[in-house]
């Protein structure tokens, strides 16, 4: 869509050279080199500019690419449904795999990744659909996690935003989290404090230029300024 002209080309599964492969597209990203990422449940394409086409990305061919994000580093992340995340040196063309393993604590939280964020202080963070979420530690590629044994309502997490005072926000399918990484302070708002629904949806969350949170769940949306959490007894306006 050119907001300019509002001109839309609709690009789809069609058979021709260079068009997408498969219509579940999942995530879309453009990172510093200017390279427009898109991925579905099957593929990850490079969009060409040159010929208004697609070219796969066949490193990561055949898998669920759920989203993307560039680090601080220029490091490209690819996150996947069932296969853990992917870390991509476009400058090397090197790629290193992380998978969750049960038997080390310190690894990935779980394969099925939902989210990729990377906070105020170049942290990264991954969201997970059953293991809670995880700090990547650079210095040594390992991970710390966060799970229901450290206060969260649910291993299930989805969208993160991180409000002007560093704390971490992020729906689950059993509440609205509020999440101090430098405290480890948990705050759990649910049904009980007012909100719609405690079942919250995959990619829907937005910090708004204004600074304000918008949360989609299955039950409409959540609406409201983080800056006026300050106290706990803050109920999320709906």
Request: aromatic share 14%.
């Amino acid at each position: 869509l050119d907001l300019k002209t509002n001109h839309c080309r609709h690009y789809e599964k069609d058979g021709h050279p260079n068009s997408i492969l498969n219509n579940d597209i999942f995530a879309i990203y453009t990172d510093s080199r200017n390279t427009t990422w898109v991925s579905s449940t099957t593929e990850l394409y490079t969009y060409v500019p040159e010929i208004d086409g697609f070219k796969v990305f066949m490193p990561m061919n055949g898998m669920f690419i759920s989203d993307i994000l560039e680090d601080k580093n220029g490091n490209i992340w690819f996150t996947t449904y069932n296969l853990g995340v992917a870390r991509y040196n476009p400058d090397t063309k090197e790629i290193k795999r992380f998978r969750h393993d049960v038997k080390n604590p310190n690894s990935l939280c779980y394969d099925r990744i939902t989210c990729a964020f990377e906070d105020s202080k170049k942290r990264l963070w991954f969201a997970s659909e059953d293991g809670g979420f995880c700090r990547y530690n650079e210095t040594d590629d390992t991970f710390t996690r966060i799970t229901t044994k450290q206060g969260l309502p649910s291993n299930v997490v989805y969208k993160i935003l991180e409000d002007e005072e560093g704390n971490l926000w992020f729906g689950t399918n059993r509440g609205l989290v509020r999440f101090h990484p430098d405290k480890n302070d948990i705050r759990v708002f649910t049904t009980k404090d007012g909100l719609l629904g405690n079942q919250f949806n995959y990619k829907s969350a937005l910090k708004a230029r204004n600074g304000k949170f918008y949360f989609g769940g299955i039950d409409g949306l959540v609406a409201f300024d983080p800056r006026e959490a300050k106290t706990d007894d803050f109920v999320p306006p709906i």
